[in-house]
């Protein structure tokens, strides 16, 4: 059986069936005016005592989380909502429906508003509904507070959906995962699930009838996978299974919250390579603390024309939301080289990698960059983002694309569109000249990132994409670290920030040499970030900058690789 | 009366829990508080009808507020969109 796996993980337990008894319409219309006024009074002490339970759970309770928390203070808002007394109300008075009848066809109403929203997270809410309803109803029939149940160890909720009221009320030390009928990524259960990080499949669909209580099930959520009473040979695989996962999850949640600082208080920062806001919740899971690098190719790309500057303004506005604040240093556009695109016909050159492409394209088509360049400040207001140039060479690029961003936001203003003037502007070292005259070119900008793909292949004259010279491509050959090393002292002397966002970032083996030059701030695949992290934190800057004095010593890669791979 | 155009700043747009902590605000004022997105404009003390507008990050709404304290008002809630927001 598959359902949709909402968080990750694997439980192995048994089931334990939550059956919902449905509250039926009487028909039982009143009579007169004093039942009228009764009934109202009915509904409103209702009401308070469901206010009252819910705040009673609030206080009584110490394990809630935050998140719990806050479902709890929406459910007191939706039970108090001035809608729903509205309509129960009208029911009575001009129906003469009882309370029960009057409530649960409001209640009715308000679900089938929301199951039929187009938004999934606003589908969803129909369940909270139904739950305050649920509350209510219970409260006028006089039951009292419902009874916490009582769990076993290890046990596996099995349900048609689980409401908020059913998800608070569980035990979490004694269960271990659920699976429901219904639900979606967005549904309660799930958001519950992932923020206890126990293991959940919704949408499993009826055959999740069919479960028993205390039938063995194992819960597969990485694949959605659910087994009922699972042979020997499956029950085996999974113990294994299930612990390599946990052993996993443990080690990258400890690496999570963990800074990224030396055993000696040197602080770095760790950010991600990303194409797109959909890139960003791994970025998060793995402990990144913003962008290094959005590339922005992927819009240009897979399509007829050059994007709008709405459609672009779109993107860079999610990227930017989904970021939370955090920085994200966005790259124009990177074209040309080895990268083409169908509608954008270049042509061919003799040496494309030393051709038209990235800045060269942009100052050469203005109509191309300031398109590019409206959006991404209009983008601005929505975060923390940053502009920065790609392929400069000299000075006179930094000081072009600087006076064509001035003219982008002067459009801008001319047509009342908000953005962030002060937004950030900073340039990749990625060609020998820039990084030789670092120190001239820090006085036009506001950060530097080091490009060591590039870097590497335009100071030692290597094209990485022939096969025949690859073992030539080399990131260790002094050169190219004394660059890197000059890059990051005239950023520091001059006090712009300095980052590194070529492959070389990700490299444990360079990771405390890089240290040692004194760079701060590295920018990789998400995937990469909890490895450069434990390196960090289990080394120091004194030995850092002891490993780069003895690098700086040597006189081959060959001698540097073999001693980094020796500390 | 004071009308003020506002850009949703968070992500995930209004949702519950934003949504919450905007109606305890605004029952803190004895103003009528009233939120507008295109053509539908609704009170700013249900929950219910705040959610049913479904209100999406980037998307910009206006907020209608007429009563003896607006002004105080419109700058709490003001603030409550350009900072409060994002950190819920």
Not at chain 1, 402 to 415: F, G, N, Q, V
Not at chain 2, 39 to 45: M, Q
Request: proline residues 4%; aromatic residues 6%; charged residues 25%.
């Amino acid at each position: 059986m598959k359902g949709i796996g909402v968080s990750p993980g694997i439980a192995i337990g048994r089931a334990f069936i939550i059956q919902k008894k449905a509250t039926v319409a009487t028909g039982i219309l009143l009579n007169g005016p004093a039942e009228i006024e009764v009934a109202i009074a009915q509904f409103d002490k209702a009401v308070t005592s469901a206010v009252n339970e819910v705040e009673s759970i609030k206080i009584n309770s110490p394990a809630l989380s935050d998140n719990d928390f806050a479902i709890l203070e929406t459910q007191i808002e939706l039970l108090s909502d001035p809608e729903i007394r509205e309509s129960v109300i009208e029911k009575i008075e001009s129906e003469h429906k009882n309370t029960s009848d009057a409530l649960l066809e409001t209640i009715a109403g308000f679900v089938q508003v929301f199951e039929s929203m187009e938004d999934a997270y606003m589908r969803a809410r129909a369940a909270d509904v139904q739950d305050i309803g649920d509350r209510i109803l219970k409260n006028l029939g006089n039951s009292g507070p419902a009874n916490q149940l009582a769990f076993k160890p290890d046990t596996i909720i099995i349900a048609e959906d689980l409401s908020p009221s059913d998800t608070i009320a569980m035990d979490i030390t004694k269960v271990i995962g659920f699976a429901t009928q219904a639900g979606s990524q967005t549904s309660h259960a799930a958001i519950i699930a992932k923020a206890r990080g126990i293991p959940a499949i919704v949408g499993c669909g009826a055959d999740l009838i069919d479960i028993k209580n205390d039938d063995v099930i194992i819960l597969d959520a990485i694949s959605g996978e659910v087994f009922i009473n699972p042979n020997q040979q499956i029950l085996d695989e999974y113990l294994i299974k299930r612990n390599v996962y946990q052993r996993r999850a443990v080690e990258l949640k400890a690496l999570h919250d963990v800074p990224a600082i030396t055993t000696d208080g040197m602080q770095i920062t760790l950010t991600a390579n990303i194409s797109g806001a959909g890139d960003l919740v791994n970025v998060f899971d793995n402990g990144g603390e913003g962008v290094g690098l959005l590339r922005t190719e992927l819009l240009y790309m897979n399509r007829d024309t050059f994007p709008t500057e709405d459609e672009q303004f779109e993107f860079y506005k999610n990227t930017a939301l989904q970021a939370k604040g955090k920085p994200v240093i966005v790259r124009t556009i990177d074209i040309g080289g080895d990268k083409h695109l169908p509608y954008f016909n270049l042509p061919a050159e003799l040496n494309p990698f030393l051709g038209y492409r990235a800045i060269r394209v942009c100052l050469d088509r203005k109509d191309l960059f300031i398109t590019q360049l409206k959006a991404i400040l209009r983008a601005s207001v929505f975060g923390d983002l940053k502009i920065m140039f790609p392929m400069i060479s000299n000075i006179q690029e930094i000081r072009s694309a600087k006076s064509i961003l001035e003219e982008a936001k002067e459009e801008l203003r001319k047509d009342g569109l908000p953005f962030k003037s002060g937004i950030k502007v900073g340039i990749m070292i990625e060609i020998p000249s820039a990084a030789i005259t670092a120190d001239l070119l820090a006085k036009e900008v506001d950060f530097f990132s080091i490009g060591t793909n590039d870097l590497c292949q335009y100071t030692l004259a290597v094209d990485r994409m022939n096969d025949k010279i690859s073992h030539l491509y080399d990131p260790f050959n002094p050169a190219v670290l004394r660059l890197i090393s000059f890059v990051i002292e005239q950023g520091a002397k001059q006090n712009i920030h300095v980052g590194m966002c070529g492959e070389m970032a990700a490299d444990p083996l360079a990771t405390l040499l890089l240290m040692g030059m004194g760079l701060k701030e590295f920018s990789m695949s998400a995937a990469s970030i909890p490895a450069i992290k434990s390196i960090i934190i289990n080394n120091s800057e004194l030995k850092a900058k002891q490993v780069w004095e003895n690098v700086k010593a040597m006189d081959s890669s060959e001698e540097i690789l073999e001693y980094l791979k020796g500390i | 009366m004071v009308t003020t155009n506002l850009i949703i700043l968070a992500p995930q747009g209004l949702h519950a829990r934003p949504v919450t902590a905007l109606i305890r605000l605004a029952k803190g004022f004895k103003s009528n508080i009233s939120l507008q997105k295109g053509d539908k404009t609704v009170k700013l003390n249900s929950m219910l009808n705040i959610l049913s507008l479904t209100i999406k990050g980037g998307e910009t709404i206006t907020i209608i507020i007429d009563g003896e304290d607006e002004t105080e008002a419109s700058a709490a809630i003001n603030h409550f969109f350009t900072e409060e927001l994002k950190h819920l």
